[in-house]
């Protein structure tokens, strides 16, 4: 199988199952629990169905949105995930430079292993940081700094993950930052000898967003332990109101469901949340952000920007969660398996078949730009 056999998100994760050592594509493919949330996500799209409108003009489409002040060439941008260099050795570079051609957002995450910086010295398209809370307040507000100094457009604190999913499939295969493989796991790397001649010959791993302020290096801290000893639990609204204060710009909540948390968020000054139960990764059971949608679009969606993501695998995924009112969906796993798979050359295809996918479907559905689509255009089973 090549990329250019792959047609769709199936595809795509097929090949990179092909080229990953089993314990990183479990990692990516994996989700909390028994995984029910992580399948629900996407299946709660097929519960809705579309209502087109036929005969309106669709010659010119105009996917274009605006969220959170950043002018998107298409509704759908990169959402932040970790450790992207272990996934291709083009890592984040890959995935900024393709969002860059497609006009649209894409955010590095606190783990990313790209520094924001040089991130943002090539590529002029907008950019999140995700951010993680730490208990050491001075902490937070240097690396606030930092990203206000680099030029980042978007503070996006993920509050889904005050402690780490139960993901199982990472304890039977020992993966882990550093590494802590069982002999099974180590066994996968061994039969995929090209991943690891990449591994070798690139620049060396590290985790830049945090190595200048956290001592990651040479396996000092692990992941795990970053997250139980630095990461603070005990982190309230009190505080995220002085975080949205010193930003004092756009700033948004990734992983809000309950409408409460979405009025509270508007109240302390956030510009956008995010609707996520980040790819059912943590919490299994949740609801899923498209169930959630429509109530809380109508509690908050005239003081704040709804966004979205988790599940999403198909423009008409796009095109639904717009309907019910989402500013814009974020992209998971839709964009990682392209990346393991082929690096840049593998997420700019994926991003040429949704935009394909979403230009098709408005004309389908009669909408030539997204305010056309409304919840006229869907129904519930
Ligand atoms: C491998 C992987 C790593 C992720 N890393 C992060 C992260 O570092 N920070 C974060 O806020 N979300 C992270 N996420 C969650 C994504 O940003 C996003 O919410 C989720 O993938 C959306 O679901 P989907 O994969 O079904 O599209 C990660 C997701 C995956 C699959």
């Not at 206000?148 to 295969?173: F, P, Q, W, Y």
């Amino acid at each position: 199988m090549r990329l250019s056999h792959c047609h769709n998100f199936h595809d795509f994760r097929k090949l990179a199952k092909k080229r990953l050592p089993a314990p990183i594509f479990n990692y990516i493919d994996g989700a909390a629990d028994d995984e029910i949330t992580y399948h629900q996500n996407t299946a709660s799209f097929e519960r809705c169905d579309l209502v087109p409108n036929v005969l309106r003009g669709v010659k010119d489409i105009d996917m274009s949105v605006t969220v959170m002040g950043q002018k998107l060439a298409m509704p759908v941008y990169c959402s932040p995930t970790a450790l992207q260099r272990l996934f291709h050795h083009q890592g984040e570079n890959a995935v900024a430079a393709a969002a860059h051609k497609f006009g649209t957002m894409f955010g590095v995450s606190s783990l990313g292993t790209v520094s924001l910086e040089d991130i943002r010295k090539k590529y002029n398209n907008p950019q999140a940081y995700q951010f993680y809370f730490h208990k050491d307040r001075a902490l937070n507000k240097a690396m606030m700094e930092r990203a206000k100094l680099a030029g980042i457009n978007v503070m996006m604190l993920t509050v889904d993950s005050i402690t780490g999913g139960n993901r199982e499939r990472d304890l039977r295969t020992g993966f882990s930052i550093p590494f802590k493989l069982t002999l099974g796991g180590m066994l996968q790397f061994a039969i995929k000898p090209m991943w690891g001649i990449h591994y070798i010959t690139h620049e060396r791993f590290k985790l830049p967003q945090l190595d200048e302020h956290v001592d990651m290096s040479g396996g000092a801290l692990s992941i795990g332990r970053y997250f139980t000893e630095m990461l603070d639990p005990s982190m309230t609204w009190d505080d995220v109101a002085e975080m949205v204060q010193f930003w004092n710009g756009q700033f948004c909540l990734k992983g809000i469901i309950s409408v409460e948390d979405a009025k509270r968020a508007a109240d302390i000054g956030c510009t956008g949340i995010i609707l996520s139960n980040h790819g059912g990764r943590q919490l299994d059971g949740s609801r899923t952000p498209f169930d959630q949608l429509s109530e809380i679009v109508d509690t908050v969606g005239n003081k704040i920007d709804v966004i979205m993501d988790s599940g999403i695998q198909r423009g008409t995924h796009v095109l639904k969660a717009l309907s019910i009112g989402a500013k814009a969906v974020g992209l998971g796993r839709y964009y990682l398996y392209p990346l393991a798979a082929a690096g840049q050359n593998g997420v700019e295809r994926a991003l040429h078949i949704m935009k394909t996918e979403i230009e098709r479907d408005m004309r389908l559905m009669g909408a030539s730009c997204v305010d056309d689509l409304t919840r006229a255009n869907v129904r519930f089973r």
